[in-house]
């Protein structure tokens, strides 16, 4: 009985969450399509000679509209950003940690 109720219920929720997603308004439909188009760039990173210096080149990229994620590299002295290309640039994210101290180019391929 008890087994019972809980196939009930779980399929209850699992009805009521697909009515969600067929209920989904245009706007939350091209939010969706945006974040699945973000775009990836790796930077060269000058002058990040310590433990920390990642951390801030890190925050200053991140604090930059539209990028979603900051991975560094302090060994080969790059960062790898996903972005949204609709609302920033390469150009802008490459300033942000150049005006941070620590100038950034795109990385020739």
Partial sequence: MKRTIMIISAAAVLG?????AVGMTPAAVAQATAETMLQTQTFTVAKMTCAACPITVRRAMQR???????K????AKTATVAFDPAVTTAG???QASTDAGY???????
Avoid: C, N
């Fill in 16 to 20: 009521l969450a697909g009515l969600g």
């Fill in 64 to 70: 930059v509209d539209g990028v979603q994620s900051v």
């Fill in 92 to 94: 802008e994210i490459a």
């Fill in 103 to 109: 100038p950034a180019q795109v990385a020739e391929s």
């Fill in 72 to 75: 560094i590299d302090f060994e």
